[in-house]
């Protein structure tokens, strides 16, 4: 608030030629001669306001003048005796530089006028000043250094104007100063230091462009007499001082600057949220910040880097997915010690469970994936990659009714290393959550399996070994997992809960036996070299009734290699002759996940012979088309499409009998071919097949995954009814169901269970199929054996039997 002097008017009769004569030419150049000519009790306050004080009855020694819409009269400069000025309220041009004749001055306020052009230098000459009212003008240019002569003044305020520059250290000599407003202007730098202004209550230089730190600020205040600081809108940067003592604070803003941190977050009692205010600074979310009595929003790590350097600045804290990412991002990109990333990683884990029930975190060299579960039944298996994840059974969480598990790689190794134990392919980290906090599980009385991926390279002649991170040793152990390798893929089965890599011996013993065992299941390998014929060395699986373990037959299987028929992201399809007679079909892998999917399939075809007790044997038949690219190339009719369904349903009838869910039974997995003039139709694709009821992660959802699977996390028969009718509609449109959406956004698309809708001009037949399939209420949904008997009689064709049912003429399991 700025201080103004109440006017006495001292009522004089005297008009003695000195100062009043002067005051003449003051209201002649501002009134003209139709006035009655002022004197010293001159009080008018309509239009207006004129109030005139006189001392010795002859000088003038108190003007106010307000209202006047003219610029100031240079002959104001004549009252000599002036010692209380005021002039405001229209008065224009610029500062007349008789003003500063005026020496007696301890008053100027020349306040809330249209004053332009600049402070003279002459400024200096008013020595006597206490108040100087510049505020609310349009004054230019820089702040003279003249101004510092003003020694005693007490209130300045030159806010609302247009001074530029840097402000100059004047302060220092105005030891008597309380009240300083310099806001709305265009100042910027440094604000310059100074010394303690012991009377000093308002400092408000809002809405400027001053930078650097507070330091310099700071040492002008009191911190008992200080009452109103605003440095809002500038530039300002670096930590926020403690201002937990200012006690007669009662308004403290420095919203809208460039601040990072708070020194103290303790401000004092008098203050509140409407009262103090430190928003719209940089001051980052991590490491949290509690500030009291004071309204502040920190900016989240997705906005600003966060300064995060230890784990124990991210708990108990609420992130948002996105902050968290740009928080790993930041910390990965950055010099922090290697060995404190796994507990700032399962600290941000932990922080964006508290609003999440699933995540995934990526970053240059570190992943996770989290997924939680509400009373599985099934042992759980949580994927990373295809070739990387987890698989436990649920007595290692038996007493725990929800919880999240979250599985984790580091492509580095950021623990303990020395030279009697070297690490190879990075670490896999495995931790349980219940709810949001981590669970200790030190060991268990079931395996936990560990696929950690490809074989990473290895030194010649090695032993290669699973190892467990012993977190109250600091050290890697091997005592307590045991390795399998499957094809290039290593697996670790251990008895710990813990993080996970591979070692190796550099000279392996000369007959030790290790506990890892080789499988080798048809993966043909090519590198570049192309060849017209081929051995492959397989293992077949037999299977027979109550026999434990599949016996292992070893066979040469002679093919010369035909055409290559189909190309994917990473396997490749060729046609070739068996023994010169059977034309088969050979799919080769070309990367790590490829041939895990192989592998798979042939667990799946395991699976499959185990539920028959019959010998199984794998057969490869060459088939040319997949139903989608033949869809593509005919103009398919009403009948083919019921004629090809009613194939795919007989398969589909056998799997389901097999309590299996397929889970992609999608075009592309339906292999077609004519021979003899007879379409033969084979369903495949089970690399991604389950048992029914089994619990699924949302990694595995795609577009024609049934909306219930999506709610409840779990495979069951009646979802792939649901896929068949996709299946139907897609024959009809050719055309995706969902394109263009993001998997986070198909996630919750699927979780509307919007109906799938049908075209009146599709067949009445097919319309009322799809119809029912893809109910929204899955128990109301036929069953394949069902569905196979009504297009039977759509298409003339026998009923199958259950014999019938009970074959699998129309499953092909690819090997």
């Not at 009043?20 to 150049?29: F, K, P, R, T, Y």
């Not at 007669?248 to 303790?266: D, E, M, R």
């Not at 784990?311 to 404190?340: C, M, R, V, Y």
């Not at 990694?699 to 219930?708: F, G, I, N, R, Y």
Request: charged share 15%; net charge negative; hydrophobic share 35%.
């Amino acid at each position: 608030m700025k201080a103004y002097v109440q006017v006495s008017v001292i009522l004089l009769s005297s008009i003695f030629f000195h100062g009043l004569g002067d005051l003449s030419a003051v209201q002649a150049a501002l009134t003209g001669s139709d006035f009655p000519p002022w004197n010293c009790s001159t009080t008018i306050n309509n239009v207006f306001k004129v109030v005139v004080s006189c001392s010795d009855g002859v000088s003038v020694s108190s003007l106010v003048l307000s209202n006047f819409k003219r610029p100031i009269p240079p002959d104001i400069g004549k009252l000599l005796n002036l010692t209380f000025l005021t002039l405001n309220n229209g008065f224009s041009g610029g500062i007349p530089e008789r003003i500063y004749n005026l020496t007696q001055l301890t008053h100027l306020d020349l306040g809330n006028n249209a004053l332009n052009g600049t402070i003279s230098n002459q400024i200096g000459a008013l020595r006597n000043l206490a108040t100087l009212n510049l505020g609310t003008n349009q004054l230019v240019g820089r702040v003279p250094l003249e101004l510092g002569n003003l020694t005693n003044l007490r209130y300045l305020y030159l806010d609302n104007n247009i001074f530029s520059g840097e402000f100059p250290g004047v302060l220092s000599h105005m030891s008597q100063l309380v009240e300083l407003t310099l806001y709305v202007n265009h100042f910027y730098g440094i604000f310059p230091p100074g010394q303690r202004l012991n009377r000093l209550v308002k400092f408000d230089v809002h809405s400027n462009r001053f930078g650097g730190d507070l330091s310099n600020m700071l040492t002008y205040f009191n911190s008992s007499v200080i009452g109103f600081i605003s440095v809002t809108n500038n530039s300002m940067s670096g930590t926020i001082p403690d201002f937990s003592n200012f006690e007669s604070l009662t308004h403290f803003s420095l919203k809208s600057n460039q601040f990072s941190a708070v020194q103290n977050p303790q401000f004092p009692k008098n203050l509140n949220t409407t009262t103090c205010d430190l928003s719209d600074n940089s001051i980052p979310c991590l490491p949290y910040v509690k500030v009291t009595n004071c309204q502040f929003q920190c900016k989240t790590c997705d906005q600003i880097r966060c300064n995060v350097t230890t784990n124990g600045q991210l708990f108990n804290q609420d992130l948002t997915l996105s902050a968290a990412q740009s928080l790993l991002d930041q910390i990965s990109a950055g010099n922090e010690p290697k060995t404190s990333l796994p507990g700032i990683l399962t600290a941000l884990i932990e922080d964006v469970l508290h609003n999440n029930t699933s995540l995934e975190l990526h970053s240059t060299d570190i992943d996770a994936v989290v997924m939680s579960y509400v009373h599985p039944m099934e042992d759980i298996e949580l994927h990373l990659t295809d070739s990387q994840f987890v698989r436990f059974p649920l007595s290692v969480v038996k007493n725990v009714s929800g919880f999240a598990v979250s599985v984790s790689k580091f492509k580095f190794n950021p623990f303990a290393e020395d030279n009697d134990q070297k690490t190879y392919g990075g670490v896999m980290g495995v931790s349980f959550y219940n709810g949001a906090q981590l669970m200790k599980i030190n060991s268990t009385r079931e395996t936990i399996n560990i696929s950690m991926g490809s074989i990473p390279s290895l030194p010649e002649n090695s032993n290669l070994y699973c190892l467990w991170w012993k977190e109250n040793g600091s050290t890697w152990e091997r005592q307590g997992c045991n390795l399998t390798i499957i094809g290039s893929f290593a697996v670790c089965h251990c008895y710990h809960l813990t993080n996970f890599t591979l070692g190796a011996d550099a000279v392996p013993p000369p007959t030790q036996r290790d506990n890892s065992r080789l499988i080798v299941i048809i993966v043909c390998c090519v590198g570049g070299v192309i060849f017209l014929s081929l051995t492959v060395t397989a293992v077949v699986f037999v299977m027979r009734k109550r026999m434990a373990k599949p016996a292992e037959t070893s066979f040469d299987l002679n093919c010369t290699k035909g055409e290559l028929i189909h190309r994917g992201e990473d396997t490749e399809i060729w046609s070739a002759a068996q023994s010169d007679t059977n034309q088969v079909a050979i799919k080769i892998s070309l990367s790590d996940s490829a041939s895990k999917r192989l592998i798979l399939e042939m667990e799946t075809l395991k699976y499959l012979g185990e539920q028959r007790g019959h010998r199984v044997e794998m057969v490869m038949t060459f088939l040319p088309f997949s139903l989608d690219q033949l869809m593509k190339r005919r103009n398919a009719s009403t009948q083919y499409i019921l004629q090809t369904s009613f194939e795919v349903t007989k398969a589909m009838s056998y799997v389901s009998n097999q309590n299996l869910v397929h889970t992609r039974l999608t075009a592309d997995h339906i292999l077609v071919d004519l021979r003899d003039g007879v379409d033969v139709v084979k369903v495949t694709g089970f690399s991604h097949s389950v048992k029914n009821d089994t619990r699924i992660d949302l990694s595995t959802v795609h577009s024609h995954t049934a909306p219930e699977v999506v709610k409840t996390m779990t495979q069951n028969l009646e979802a792939d009814v649901y896929t068949f009718g996709l299946l139907l509609r897609h024959l009809l449109t050719l055309s995706p169901l969902y394109e263009g959406l993001s998997h986070l956004q198909l996630v919750d698309k699927l979780r509307t269970e919007v109906q799938v809708t049908v075209e009146e001009s599709w067949d009445p037949q097919l319309r009322e199929m799809i119809e029912s399939c893809t109910s929204q209420y899955p128990k109301q949904r036929p069953s394949f054996t069902d569905i196979s008997k009504t297009i039977a009689k759509c298409i003339g064709r026998e009923m199958p039997t259950r014999e019938q049912v009970m074959r699998d003429d129309n499953v092909y399991v690819e090997v």
